[in-house]
């Protein structure tokens, strides 16, 4: 089980990285997406594998799963909605006004001068 | 009054004149006057105790654990430079109220003056390096806003960027330097350090302190060679630069010389650094004064050569010279603000400044004559003015000092800067006032106001006070020289008086001002000369060094930050992989501790649907909505997991979380292209493919290695376990964590949350507001609408399990204290259930009949949150301390009330808040794009499309 699971992360890890370094916006959101799961999935197996033992507390049970783990991937989870959805509103603003999704720049022309404005 | 308050009068000041800026400039002027004055008698309450010798202080923790506090102290050297702060701040400002014309915006200007002076005042009386640090940089800031107060001047905006990076960079050099001698003293406070100067000179760390705390110092206080920088700061307003160059800035490091005086002076790297850096200063100072024509570069190059005198007075490093130092900085800050006051006087009425356009004005302006040339008179050092009796004793300490084992050198050289000091005093005079009345000034000259000609003349009486018996100033002086000191040396006994007898600084005195006299005879031959002369311009060799420093970053950067985000990303995952790799290969590795656990067939069939729909986006990535639905399996299957290894708090957030972020993605694919083309080469898909595929295999490897071992030590999650229904009243342990053991960290993150929210729909407003905007009403649907957009099916059941959605999500997060639940996931429940009102019903519809802007919702769950925190101020607990209690109302069984209950529905409305605005927000942008929307709901309804009964409400 706990190859099915380190497995699992190595998976998802690649294909995260896979798809951020594609050349459009799309593929490259959905690659964080991607790899927002393997880090989560991660960092929640870094309190073991346990079945059948949730951490909610119960006479007589004295072995539960991990909790801290959880409680910090619960809200990793839901603050990464919140930073896909700021990206997300990124990359459509650059496309609806370029109409280009490339997620570099065109042309790579260093700026000229040193900022003086005198 | 408590040295905190007289810290923080001029910053809460501060806010003052930029609010009463409507209320005209007299009340303007009138209220920052009020708040300098009030600091002023504050720190004039504190008088009897500095003068018996008391230290007074006032000290708050602020972060103990860096050893850094707010510990203020107030001795007779921190009095001193509090009230030429002060004392000369309430002249200036009295002085700018006549100055500053009507285009000048007061309140703005009198805002920087209250900030800068509050950091000054801060750097005097601070007892905690690092917090004089912190003012440090704050005088460096708030002085960059007052010498670029005229933005429209190219000049000012130059000087005000060239005083802002010389100062600014010799702030992060004392920066290193001020550490250094906390962490040999092993005390950041003030008082410790200066106890110990055995231990700090013996430090072979000392050399390297000294070097850059005396860079901080000479870049403020303008030393050779870093002086170029204090003229073109002239491009200020005259009062910035009667402020700032006389009193105030430019000697906050020679006060920190003096400050630092007991623990690093009198070592021989002291001596000559300090000395030498003084002596060239003083006299390069003073020659290229004389041949200044305009009056205000006359007197920043004197400043200049003045503080270049204190400085070399400092750096001899005894008792004498220290005594001297302090009795020039009061007299020259009182002729040095007199004369810049002159100079803006003159300015301000003859329309200019050039000295070769002004002349004779002693006839016309008799008032000003009168100031500037006993001012002038004292800088030239004529006895019965102040100047001469810091200046003799200046003269009487170099003829003690030894410089490179040539006894003559430091005499003759003061000699020589004092004959030329005595030049261009002279030629202020001789030049300005003195001569026929022209006709040919740009504006008829006379004399100003009492408001302008007042505060100088208030300082001159000063001038002539202790020029004519300075046995007034004596007491006092001598009670800074002691604080100055501190226990390293006795205070001198030598009296300060005007004869002293045939001594050799008479004759060096005489030979100087007779010297003065014979120069300005000899002045046009000897321009003539200077401008022929070659010499280097420093403002050409700063611009050009500062063009080559750009250059070179530029390279440097645009080598590495070229825009393309892929090759950020190909770095970042490389250098992770190979650090981790590095990491690895290094440390030692026990040997596999736990049992692995049998595969179990649900779980297989789970791994393989997620490395199906995983391989399954890589290859099938080109389509997108097919890459989104692949995406939703793999979420799915992720939840599933959490379920299956007992995490059902998490299965139900990433659920739900899941089917936002599907709707959010359908939303944004709604405008971005359907097909992602080929555009990489094989080469660079198999370039990515490997670096995929390393960072797999870490991943995985280091997974599969903590996997099989147990912890190294017991978790902290023990004491969450045992704690949990003991001390939190909850038997779910990870929402106990979240609403109790950690409610901080999630009172956090619910911000981030509203923040992301907010920044979604201000870009919204942003894109709607620009040319986006007209492009997105233009656009064409690429595939074909649906004909039925609000099936009746839909909005029918959406509105029938609207309640019990709404029941479901009241009810996980009213158990979630025990069960699995709570406030994120209520929320996420929620706001699924009020977003299928508006993709069923539409968006018209269902705003219509929103009451509550989201905003509101966002805000409302950060104070709940914020709120139930602070209350438990009340009974004197820490923040976000619970409380429960167990209640029974008599039909029901008993029940919980927790504190926590509250906390979870803060978090609870800031999750519906956040995600329902960021999902608007994106169908805002859908709504303005083409929908010929609707306000009904049901779009097959007869009698509306009736055109007898109904007009048409298409297009509405």
């Known amino acids: 089980m706990e190859l099915l699971v380190a497995s699992a992360i190595g998976i998802l890890t690649a294909g995260g990285i896979y798809l951020m370094l594609r050349l459009r916006t799309f593929p490259v959101i959905l690659g964080i997406s991607l790899l927002t799961y393997a880090v989560n999935v991660f960092l929640f197996a870094s309190g073991r594998l346990s079945i059948g033992a949730p951490p909610i507390l119960r006479d007589g049970i004295e072995v539960y799963a991990d909790p801290l783990p959880q409680a910090l991937v619960l809200t990793a989870i839901v603050i990464s909605f919140g930073m896909t959805a700021v990206v997300v509103m990124i990359a459509l603003g650059a496309y609806l006004g370029s109409d280009d999704d490339h997620v570099d720049d065109a042309i790579n022309k260093p700026s000229t001068g040193t900022g003086d404005a005198t | 009054m408590s040295l905190f308050l007289i810290v923080a009068l001029p910053f809460f000041g501060a806010l003052l004149p930029g609010l009463m800026n409507s209320a005209g400039r007299q009340a303007c002027a009138g209220i920052t006057f009020t708040v300098s004055l009030a600091a002023f008698i504050g720190l004039l309450t504190n008088l009897p105790a500095v003068l018996a010798g008391d230290l007074v202080t006032a000290r708050v923790d602020w972060i103990p654990s860096l050893g850094m506090n707010f510990t203020l102290m107030l001795d007779g050297l921190g009095f001193f430079f509090a009230l030429l702060i002060l004392g000369i701040g309430l002249l200036i400002i009295a002085y700018a109220r006549s100055y500053l014309s009507r285009d000048d915006n007061m309140g703005e200007f009198f805002t920087y003056l209250l900030l800068f002076q509050g950091a000054m005042v801060g750097i005097v009386l601070s007892d905690n390096i690092l917090l004089l640090l912190v003012f440090w940089e704050l005088t460096s800031l708030s002085s960059f806003l007052l010498i670029g ?217 008799p008032i000003t004559f009168i100031i500037a040339t006993l001012a002038a008179l004292s800088m030239a050092g004529i006895p019965l003015l102040n100047g001469f009796l810091s200046k003799e004793m200046m003269l009487e300490e170099a003829t003690h000092t030894v410089l490179f084992g040539a006894p003559w050198l430091v005499p003759a050289l003061a000699t020589f800067g004092s004959l030329f000091s005595a030049a261009y005093c002279f030629r202020l005079i001789g030049h300005t006032f003195l001569g026929p009345v022209r006709d040919d000034y740009p504006a008829k000259p006379h004399d100003p106001g009492a408001g302008m000609w007042l505060p100088p003349a208030i300082l001159v009486v000063l001038v002539v006070m202790i020029g004519v018996a300075p046995f007034l100033a004596e007491p006092f002086v001598k009670v800074v020289t002691a604080s100055v000191l501190g226990d390293t040396a006795e205070v001198p006994k030598a009296y300060f008086k005007i004869w002293h007898g045939l001594v050799p600084a008479l004759f060096m005195s005489v030979i100087a001002v007779v010297g003065g006299l014979l120069m300005l005879a000899i002045f046009n031959p000897a321009l003539r000369l200077w401008e022929t002369t070659p010499r280097p311009e420093a403002k050409t060799i700063f611009e050009a060094l500062i063009a080559a420093i750009v250059a070179l970053s530029q390279r440097f950067i645009h080598g590495l930050h070229n825009g393309a985000f892929t090759r950020y990303g190909a770095i970042m995952a490389v250098t992770v992989i190979v650090a981790g790799f590095y990491a690895w290969s290094t440390g030692t590795v026990g040997p596999a501790s736990r049992e692995m656990q049998p595969v179990t067939p649900v779980a297989f069939a789970g791994w393989v649907m997620l490395l199906a729909a995983t391989i399954g986006m890589v290859f099938l990535h080109r389509n997108r909505l097919m890459s989104l639905i692949l995406i939703g399996i793999a979420g799915l299957m992720v939840s599933v997991g959490f379920v299956y290894f007992s995490a059902p708090d998490l299965a139900m957030t990433q659920i739900t979380v899941e089917v936002v972020t599907i709707i959010l993605l359908l939303l944004a694919l709604n405008f971005l292209p359907n097909q992602t083309p080929i555009e990489s080469t094989a080469m660079r898909r198999t370039r990515d493919t490997a670096i995929a595929l390393a960072g797999g295999l870490a991943t995985m490897g280091m997974a599969w290695h903590f996997l099989v071992r147990d912890a190294i030590t017991t978790p902290i999650s023990e004491f969450h376990l045992a704690n949990s229904y003991k001390g939190g009243g909850g038997t779910n342990v990870v929402n106990v964590i979240l609403v109790d053991f950690r409610g901080f960290d999630t009172y956090g993150e619910i911000i981030v949350l509203g923040i992301a929210a907010l920044l979604i729909y201000a870009l919204t407003e942003t894109l709607l507001s620009g040319p986006v905007r007209a492009r997105l009403l233009n656009r064409k649907p690429d595939q074909p609408r649906a004909g039925d957009m609000h099936p009746t099916m839909m909005v029918v059941l959406t509105r029938v399990i609207m309640p019990v959605v709404l029941m479901v999500g009241f009810y996980i997060f009213l158990r979630g204290h025990n069960e699995p639940g709570g406030g994120f996931i209520a929320g996420l429940v929620v706001s699924i259930a009020v977003v299928m009102q508006y993709m069923a019903s539409g968006f018209s519809w269902a705003s219509a009949r929103l009451r509550y802007p989201y905003h509101g919702v966002i805000g409302a769950g950060v104070l709940i949150a914020g709120l139930t925190g602070i209350g438990s101020w009340f009974v004197s607990k820490p923040f976000l301390t619970s409380d429960f209690t167990y209640v029974r109302i008599p039909p029901f069984e008993k029940f919980e009330l927790a504190t926590a209950a509250l906390f979870d529905l803060g978090v609870f409305l800031a999750v519906v808040g956040a995600v329902m605005l960021s999902l608007e927000s994106f169908s805002r942008l859908a709504r303005r794009a083409h929908v010929p929307d609707t306000e009904h709901p049901m779009d097959i309804d007869p009698s509306r499309d009736d055109p007898p009964m109904t007009p048409a409400r298409e297009g509405v």
């Open chain 2, 149 to 365: 107060y005229w933005k429209h001047l190219p000049e000012g905006r130059q000087g005000a960027r060239m005083a802002l990076t010389v100062t600014g960079m010799g702030g992060l050099a004392m920066i290193g330097g001020m550490l250094i001698l906390g962490q040999i003293a092993g005390s950041y406070d003030l008082s410790v350090i200066l106890q110990n100067r055995d231990l700090i000179q013996a430090d072979p760390l000392y050399v390297p302190a000294l070097l850059l705390i005396l860079l901080g110092c000479f870049t403020k206080s303008a030393q050779f060679p870093f002086h170029f920088w204090l003229p073109h700061a002239m491009a200020a307003p005259t009062p910035v630069s009667a402020y700032l160059h006389s009193a105030t800035m430019v000697k906050a490091g020679i006060f920190l010389m003096a400050r630092m005086w007991p623990v690093l002076s009198g070592t021989p790297e002291w001596f000559v650094i300090v000395t030498t850096a003084g002596l060239i200063t003083m006299v390069l100072g003073a020659i290229i004064a004389l041949f200044k024509h305009d009056l205000k570069a006359l007197l920043a190059f004197s400043t200049v050569s003045h503080l270049g005198l204190i400085t070399m007075l400092l750096g001899t490093g005894t008792a004498f010279g220290a005594m001297a130092a302090m009795f020039h900085i009061l007299n020259h800050a009182t002729f040095k603000a007199a004369l810049f006051m002159s100079a803006g006087i003159v300015d301000h009425e003859a329309h200019t400044r050039d000295i070769r356009r002004l002349g004779g004005l002693r006839h016309l302006m």
